[in-house]
């Protein structure tokens, strides 16, 4: 699992600035008025290879009784809560202070790895001495960095890497095919896994927004093993009032990132919303295997035609997911339930598919013949060699003459000619183009 960095600290030390400069965006809004940064902001951050959730956090005020203030500190505490490392930032231009102290002693509270960034120390060479009164705060070693000119920001992330190493991870520890179930508050996602595993596991109501945060629940079967991961409804983002149901929407991506198959739950008697688009959207941009489960169907009047226009309507709001299976369930009775199996476990296969380079350039050279690629001011594109570089998802690279010839409708085309030879269902494809030289 990605491990969680948040970026802590009391407000105006600096934290979204850090924050912009680790991502290389201005994400965070970023300005010299304290509580500009009142919700957590997150990104998935990249240092020597390893990849992490880093989250913004507003400022700390441990003793403000202002409404805003305490909404902020709320926030941070939930962000701390579940984080791996703090990174815990204070301000060398006003020193050590009260406020520092006590998110210091509330960090170390939670028992969290803590890494101490002393920020504005925007001069190079040897730090200041006033950096060294920040040892005062019992965390460790502090670092020296400069979030506006990106100084010491290699050294400082070079601690939190560390902090990785020997982090324990059961999660990704189990053996078998890792399973995210992923919808709407409310769309029955709890209730499947309930019915898989056979119990009341996982709390149920009408209310949405039970599922707090994304829990793990292992089914063997004649199938094989699996691990699914229930996780919290996704709402849209001005729908999300509650403080931690914020923090279950962070959880709710990284636990697609982190699976083998997606199952996008769709609510039967609602249909594809906008919010529905977006999590399959998110899911098809990883490049997740995926299976659409519409659930609730025991609940739909139907007649011979019903299941036929409700997969057309799915497929016309989901266009860019056609190559996804769709499996209509009731998790309430168990109807149809067991056909999610073999699916999910024929999606994993396909995901992982490897091709030879040899049958695919058979494919390409008859797709070719078949249709004739396009030509532009009497140029006419070549498709030289394709290859198979990677799998999850099946990633192919074509080399071609001119990359500007290689369009979009020519590279659906060929997409949909090793669709048809080899099937991948329930996994997207990635075409790369190169361009190929003379020289080469």
Not at 11 to 31: A, C, D, H, M, Q
Request: charged fraction near 30%.
């Amino acid at each position: 699992m990605i491990p969680m960095v948040a970026v802590v600290g009391r407000p105006n030390v600096g934290k979204s600035t850090l924050f912009n400069k680790i991502i290389g965006k201005r994400l965070s809004i970023v300005e010299d008025t304290p509580g500009v940064t009142r919700d957590r902001i997150y990104y998935v951050a990249d240092w020597r290879g390893k990849k992490f959730i880093l989250v913004d956090t507003g400022g700390i005020e441990p003793r403000s009784d202002d409404v805003i203030l305490s909404q902020m500190r709320r926030q941070a505490q939930i962000a701390i809560d579940k984080a791996d490392v703090v990174l815990l930032v204070v301000d060398v231009q006003t020193g050590m202070t009260d406020a520092d102290h006590e998110v210091a002693q509330m960090l170390l509270r939670a028992g969290k790895r803590i890494v101490l960034c002393v920020n504005k120390v925007d001069r190079p060479g040897d730090p200041p001495s006033e950096v060294y009164e920040f040892y005062n705060l019992g965390v460790g070693d502090p670092y020296p960095v400069s979030s506006v000119h990106g100084l010491g920001i290699g050294e400082l992330l070079d601690a939190v890497y560390e902090n990785f190493k020997d982090l324990e991870d059961d999660n990704d520890d189990e053996s078998g095919i890792k399973v995210a179930v992923v919808g709407r508050p409310n769309a029955g996602k709890s209730s499947l896994v309930n019915y898989i595993l056979g119990e009341d596991r996982l709390l149920v109501s009408d209310i949405p927004g039970t599922t707090r945060d994304s829990v793990d629940a292992v089914k063997e079967n004649d199938f094989g093993r699996f691990v699914f991961i229930d996780t919290a409804g996704i709402r849209k983002k001005n729908k999300i009032y509650d403080n931690i149901e914020r923090y279950s929407v962070i959880r709710s991506y990284m636990s697609i990132d982190r699976a083998d198959v997606v199952l996008i739950m769709i609510d039967a008697s609602l249909g594809v919303t906008e919010q529905d688009t977006k999590i399959a959207g998110y899911a098809h941009e990883q490049g997740k295997a995926s299976v659409i489960v519409i659930n609730k169907w025991d609940s739909v009047e139907k007649d011979n035609r019903t299941m036929k226009e409700a997969e057309k309507k799915v497929r016309e709001a989901l266009k860019y997911m056609s190559y996804a299976p769709m499996l209509f369930i009731s998790a309430k009775t168990g109807q149809r339930v067991e056909k999610l199996y073999p699916l999910i476990v024929s999606v994993a296969e396909q995901h992982s598919r490897r091709i030879s380079t040899g049958v695919l350039n058979d494919v390409l050279a008859d797709a070719v013949i078949k249709v004739q690629p396009p030509t532009d001011r009497g140029k006419r594109l070549k498709l030289l060699y394709m290859t198979q570089v990677s799998t999850k998802p099946p990633t192919f690279v074509i080399f071609v003459n001119s990359v500007e010839l290689f369009h979009f409708s020519y590279q659906r085309y060929i997409e949909n000619q090793i669709r048809e030879t080899f099937g991948l269902i329930g996994t997207p494809l990635r075409i790369i183009a190169r361009e190929k030289n003379k020289k080469e």
